[in-house]
């Protein structure tokens, strides 16, 4: 792959906090090797971040990386990576989020097609980039802001055209469980905000008004018509009452014209519209429609405050339902919280209970900690507690092995919840149910998901959920197709195209990442040669993994309650359904994960990856095919 000015500019700026020192280093030679966002912030990560490095350590890096499609006008393509040590994981390592809006694109038209920041100012500053310039400025007046406040503040400074990242309250007190948040409500996890607040560094504002080169307009331009055709779909998805709450419409992200089923405005009865995505908007949910009389808009209100301070709603939920837990088994009181428990589902107890751990209060600064290290200060029993959503970073149960296979081996080789490959299977799959309920509402019916299955995850058998055969050759395909999904910018409620109403077999299409690629780029590659870089990427981050203490022989591997706790329930799909042969339907409801199955589809993963199948590293002549010898001394 010959380097080319199109989709890039050439340019990532590096900032050294401690000296506010502002440099720049050639994109070209990173995109030739990594393709983009996640691949390129993943090698940086590798040259730049000490081992030894703590999280909260100046040598510490965060970097934010763009992909060759953004703000081409391409679809969906709206997402930057951002890569760093994360201290929300036990133990503090290498770690990524994935974020949307507008940022990234305003990042690419400043002139920039990634940011890496490290050291520490010794003042609060905020960074501004603007056209091919980037100052440091002083952040004193926001910062312990929260982020509603930030964004006026930087609006009214710099102009309404203004993006930003920042971190809230939580971040500036070093909560591990931090996010980072942008305008319009996107948000990574990982603590990420909190490095943001241990560097000193309140935002990073940008504004952008330039537009990288296209190599083929025209062809983009036809290629982005049949995106928007093929994923036409019903977007009224509400959880809210309607009667409370009512879906307003999209909140797309820069130059999206796709549908998006998970990122909506929502208006109150009182006018108040809002834009809710995703699982935060289930943050406080149950508790509060199990609580008579409380008003949705409490749920609603909730995320809201979540990212305001900037907490992870993942870790939030779960904080929520140990301390439910904790009260239920008598292990808590009020006088030990600093509760009131029989307010839970009232905006009150959230309210009181965000606040406590995002100004680390009371009960609040253990908790401000992490679930995981309360767990360990407390002791046994409160681990006890821990419903098996708990993990390190994101969501350790949601979309498990034990109601689908290969969902065994994403989990078994990421540092966090790999939810973007998750989506890949749940999603065809809660259509496939909500097809059954409705006959007729999607275009998944079996035959659909059946050759789908075939044609994105290559194996005759890989849409067979009872059985491992052809599970390992799918989580390969899955697994590459995420990492370049992340590399070229595209968004996960989007991408991949799998199956489609204006299809004639209902089947999605394999080829549009590759030949969008192409005409931006104007490079010349196939579906294969760009999964390649997949692969590429994913070895990559398997030597930092390596690199930092992650040992195959415990690590490479699911959470013991896959093994031990038979399935309820999923979400989309609450009797855990999944297609058998013909029109039957089988329910993997009450099912684990069996430990042979699950070794043998690893021992599998391990030959088709090209890993010794003895230590799981990957071999030397494996790291030559992929250009990657540097890495041997792993």
Request: net charge negative; glycine share 10%; with cysteine.
């Amino acid at each position: 792959m010959n380097s080319s000015s199109y989709g890039w500019w050439g340019k990532i700026l590096r900032v050294d906090l401690s000296s506010e020192t502002i440099t720049e280093i050639d994109t070209h030679p990173y995109a030739d090797r990594f393709l983009g966002g996640r691949g390129i912030a993943t090698r940086l990560y590798w040259e730049y971040v000490p081992v030894m490095a703590k999280a909260f350590d100046p040598e510490n890096h965060l970097i934010f990386m763009t992909g060759p499609l953004t703000a081409t006008g391409a679809q969906g393509a709206s997402r930057f990576e951002v890569v760093g040590k994360s201290p929300m994981l036990m133990p503090e390592g290498f770690c990524y989020g994935n974020m949307g809006g507008y940022w990234g694109p305003a990042l690419k038209r400043a002139g920039f097609d990634g940011l890496m920041v490290f050291g520490k100012a010794n003042r609060p500053v905020y960074l501004f980039i603007s056209d091919g310039k980037a100052t440091l400025q002083d952040a004193a007046e926001i910062h312990f802001e929260g982020v509603k406040r930030v964004g006026e503040y930087l609006k009214q400074k710099h102009g309404k055209n203004t993006h930003f990242i920042t971190t809230g309250p939580a971040g500036m007190n070093l909560c591990r469980n931090a996010n980072l948040m942008t305008d319009n409500e996107g948000s990574a996890t990982g603590g990420f905000g909190a490095v943001l607040g241990a560097k000193n560094l309140k935002a990073i504002a940008v504004i952008g008004t330039q537009s990288p080169l296209v190599s083929d307009p025209e062809a983009l331009k036809e290629l982005n018509h049949l995106t928007i055709k093929l994923n036409q779909r019903d977007t009224t998805f509400n959880p809210y009452p309607p009667d409370q709450i009512s879906r307003k419409g999209k909140a797309s992200c820069f130059q999206c014209g796709l549908d998006c089923i998970m990122r909506s405005t929502f208006k109150t009865k009182s006018n108040k519209e809002v834009v809710r995505k995703c699982q935060s908007i289930f943050v406080y949910f149950p508790w509060v429609m199990g609580r008579p009389g409380e008003p949705a808009e409490t749920a609603l209100d909730a995320t809201g405050l979540c990212n305001d301070l900037s907490l992870c709603t993942m870790e939030m939920a779960n904080i929520v339902q140990w301390i439910s837990a904790g009260y239920e088994a008598g292990y808590l009181n009020d006088s030990q919280t600093g509760l009131e428990i029989d307010k839970l589902g009232e905006w009150e107890f959230f309210e009181n209970l965000c606040n406590m751990i995002a100004y680390r209060q009371g009960f609040g600064d253990l908790l401000a900690e992490g679930l995981l290290r309360a767990g360990e200060t407390l002791g046994t029993e409160a681990q006890k507690l821990f419903a098996n959503e708990v993990a390190g970073v994101g969501d350790g149960a949601t979309y498990s092995a034990r109601e689908y296979l290969m969902n065994g081996l994403l989990y078994a080789f990421e540092p966090r919840q790999p939810i973007a490959m998750l989506h890949e299977i749940s999603r065809i799959i809660g259509y496939w149910v909500m097809n059954l309920q409705y006959p007729g509402s999607t275009p998944v019916s079996a035959d659909v998901y059946r050759a789908a299955a075939a044609k994105f995850w290559c194996h005759d058998k890989a849409w067979d959920l009872n059985t491992h055969e052809g599970k390992a050759i799918a989580a390969s395909r899955i697994i590459d197709r995420t990492y370049v999904k992340d590399s070229l910018g595209l968004c996960d409620s989007c991408w991949p195209l799998m199956f489609s109403n204006h299809t004639e077999d209902k089947v999605g299409d394999t080829t549009l990442e590759a030949r969008i690629f192409n005409a931006v780029t104007g490079k010349d590659l196939d579906e294969n040669a760009l999964h390649k870089f997949g692969e590429i990427i994913f070895n990559q981050q398997r030597a930092i993994l390596l690199r930092e203490g992650w040992d195959p022989k415990t690590d490479d591997t699911v959470a013991e309650f896959n093994f031990t706790d038979p399935v309820q329930s999923v979400f989309m799909n609450p009797d855990v359904l999944v297609p058998g042969e013909g029109d039957t339907i089988l329910s993997r409801k009450g099912q684990t994960l069996d430990r042979e199955v699950f070794k043998k589809m690893r021992d599998e993963f391990y030959q088709l990856r090209g890993w010794n199948p003895e230590t799981g590293y990957p071999t030397a002549e494996k790291l030559f095919e992929l250009g990657l010898s540097d890495l041997s001394n792993i």
